[in-house]
């Protein structure tokens, strides 16, 4: 059964530690910029948000056919919990390295990587827009970590391929709504939303497509609790330069890498994104990109870095890889378990330096 917001709205959140904020092209959290005053081969790291795209922290597959292809080695069973354990698990090993945030999805990603198909049914939805406890409830355990951490969330709301088991338009907007109040009676301010992973890829619904999708990004700043709102946006496919009307109504700006092989092509995409009409000082935020190379001297994360733009990790397990790859297929090893992860977080710590995590607390 799905649930709806009075049932979270009778208890008072407790007080969060951790608030982002934007100023002008800078992300800030608890009032001071990231990683402030630092600078890393003479560019600015200031005010950036550095991420990783962990969207599976909440899966789960409710579909009986598909659900066994996600069997953990050991055990050869799937747990839904003990996926959402192991990532809690691991966040304070990302936060020592420099990690600063990470988007996290109620519609996931593929766990293949990239698939044509998705017979999977991973979502925190069902099909009227209610959301469901089960899901809800991993979520509120990582959003909870990331707090006490310093860590901020991009929570992603639809994912292409899911997004068509809603039944109509009113229930994708019912979903927006109840995912809103969710956040906002949970009194969450270290949240980032994206609305939907790449807008432009083969969504069902027409106000998810990006025409209209800037109509639930309003939606979202329209909500309001104690004086507070979420900041939003929405992502593109690889190569993609958001369009006018998501430039006027975003408070910062998603970009995919994917596709993109040659890193100045992704300085450039900065660089026509600043082009756009509406656009004004806001964050430019890449929180997709499956190119690595961090032993080269130029990379995607280098020059996203050269031109002011925070960069965002995709990895997936490629085929006949082993558990260890990959952070979006399922099943997930959430720690630092393979040369590629290692490698980016090893350009992350020497980029940003490293961070010290806030409390151990659990």
Same mark, same amino acid.
């Given at each position: 059964?799905?649930?709806?917001?009075?049932?979270?709205?009778?208890?008072?959140?407790?007080?969060?530690?951790?608030?982002?904020?934007?100023?002008?092209?800078?992300?800030?959290?608890?009032?001071?910029?990231?990683?402030?005053?630092?600078?890393?081969?003479?560019?600015?790291?200031?005010?950036?948000?550095?991420?990783?795209?962990?969207?599976?922290?909440?899966?789960?597959?409710?579909?009986?056919?598909?659900?066994?292809?996600?069997?953990?080695?050991?055990?050869?069973?799937?747990?839904?919990?003990?996926?959402?354990?192991?990532?809690?698990?691991?966040?304070?090993?990302?936060?020592?390295?420099?990690?600063?945030?990470?988007?996290?999805?109620?519609?996931?990603?593929?766990?293949?990587?990239?698939?044509?198909?998705?017979?999977?049914?991973?979502?925190?939805?069902?099909?009227?827009?209610?959301?469901?406890?089960?899901?809800?409830?991993?979520?509120?355990?990582?959003?909870?970590?990331?707090?006490?951490?310093?860590?901020?969330?991009?929570?992603?709301?639809?994912?292409?391929?899911?997004?068509?088991?809603?039944?109509?338009? $009113?229930?994708?907007?019912?979903?927006?709504?109840?995912?809103? #109040?969710?956040?906002? %009676?949970? @009194? *969450?301010?270290?949240?980032? =939303?994206?609305?939907?992973?790449?807008?432009?890829?083969?969504?069902?619904?027409?106000?998810?497509?990006?025409?209209?999708?800037?109509?639930?990004?309003?939606?979202?700043?329209?909500?309001?609790?104690?004086?507070?709102?979420?900041?939003?946006?929405?992502?593109?496919?690889?190569?993609?330069?958001?369009?006018?009307?998501?430039?006027?109504?975003?408070?910062?700006?998603?970009?995919?890498?994917?596709?993109?092989?040659?890193?100045?092509?992704?300085?450039?995409?900065?660089?026509?994104?600043?082009?756009?009409?509406?656009?004004?000082?806001?964050?430019?935020?890449?929180?997709?990109?499956?190119?690595?190379?961090?032993?080269?001297?130029?990379?995607?994360?280098?020059?996203?870095?050269?031109?002011? $733009?925070?960069?965002?990790?995709?990895?997936?397990?490629?085929? #006949?890889?082993?558990? %260890?790859? @990959? *952070?979006?297929?399922?099943? =997930?090893?959430?720690?630092?378990?393979?040369?590629?992860?290692?490698?980016?977080?090893?350009?992350?710590?020497?980029?940003?330096?490293?961070?010290?995590?806030?409390?151990?607390?659990?």
């Amino acid at each position: 059964m799905g649930c709806s917001l009075p049932a979270l709205s009778a208890q008072k959140p407790p007080k969060r530690k951790t608030t982002v904020t934007i100023v002008g092209e800078q992300f800030y959290i608890n009032g001071q910029p990231t990683f402030k005053g630092r600078t890393w081969n003479g560019h600015k790291l200031e005010g950036l948000l550095p991420n990783s795209r962990m969207v599976q922290g909440i899966f789960d597959d409710y579909n009986p056919e598909t659900n066994a292809k996600w069997a953990y080695p050991d055990t050869k069973q799937w747990s839904a919990d003990r996926n959402t354990d192991e990532f809690i698990a691991a966040m304070p090993v990302w936060k020592q390295h420099g990690l600063l945030a990470f988007t996290i999805n109620l519609q996931g990603g593929s766990p293949e990587g990239y698939s044509k198909d998705q017979p999977w049914e991973n979502s925190a939805f069902n099909a009227d827009g209610s959301w469901r406890p089960d899901f809800m409830n991993r979520l509120r355990r990582i959003l909870n970590r990331a707090d006490e951490l310093g860590m901020v969330a991009i929570v992603g709301y639809f994912y292409f391929g899911q997004d068509e088991r809603f039944t109509n338009e $009113a229930a994708v907007i019912r979903a927006v709504d109840n995912a809103t #109040d969710w956040l906002l %009676d949970g @009194g *969450y301010r270290n949240v980032l =939303v994206e609305i939907n992973n790449e807008c432009n890829v083969r969504y069902d619904h027409d106000i998810l497509k990006p025409e209209r999708v800037h109509e639930l990004i309003r939606r979202v700043k329209n909500k309001k609790k104690n004086g507070y709102r979420l900041l939003v946006s929405t992502s593109y496919g690889g190569g993609t330069i958001p369009k006018e009307n998501v430039v006027r109504e975003a408070d910062f700006l998603l970009l995919h890498g994917n596709g993109v092989k040659e890193p100045e092509k992704i300085a450039d995409m900065v660089k026509q994104t600043r082009q756009v009409a509406g656009y004004r000082p806001m964050p430019i935020v890449f929180n997709e990109d499956d190119h690595f190379d961090f032993d080269q001297p130029v990379n995607n994360f280098q020059a996203a870095t050269s031109v002011y $733009a925070s960069w965002g990790y995709f990895d997936y397990r490629m085929k #006949d890889e082993g558990f %260890d790859e @990959g *952070y979006q297929s399922i099943p =997930v090893n959430w720690q630092i378990s393979s040369a590629r992860k290692k490698g980016f977080f090893d350009k992350l710590k020497e980029i940003t330096g490293g961070l010290p995590l806030v409390t151990e607390k659990r």
